[in-house]
Nanobody, 114 residues
């Protein structure tokens, strides 16, 4: 069982920044890709950003230019830098792994006040 643990959420004013971290219990170089998703109340979970083992990144249109996903292989950690936050970014943010099996973290709450 792979452990996935998110951290870094919190309350921030619109226009502010947060950096989320996602730590895994195995080497992320062995993971095909890792992603950040979010789920707002009453809405479906959506993919926000993804990074492959080769370093290729992909973003939802709603966050392009504001969010950056990155990885630190030495720390087995993936980050999501979120800038210019908007109230509509408020959600629980989840990290997951892609591969033969998918593993999910417990989520971290991000609240953006107007």
């Amino acid at each position: 069982q792979v452990q996935v643990v998110e951290s870094g959420g919190g309350l921030v004013q619109a226009g502010g920044s947060l950096r989320l971290s996602c730590a895994t219990s195995i080497s992320i170089t062995t993971i095909v890709a890792m992603g950040w998703h979010r789920q707002a109340p009453g809405k479906q979970r959506e993919l926000v950003a993804l990074i492959t083992s080769a370093g290729t990144t992909n973003y939802a249109d709603s966050v392009k230019g504001r969010f950056t996903i990155s990885r630190d292989n030495a720390k087995n950690t993936v980050y999501l830098q979120m800038n210019s936050l908007k109230p509509e970014d408020t959600a629980v943010y989840y990290c997951n792994t892609y591969g033969v099996h998918q593993y999910w973290g417990q989520g971290t709450q991000v609240t953006v006040s107007s």
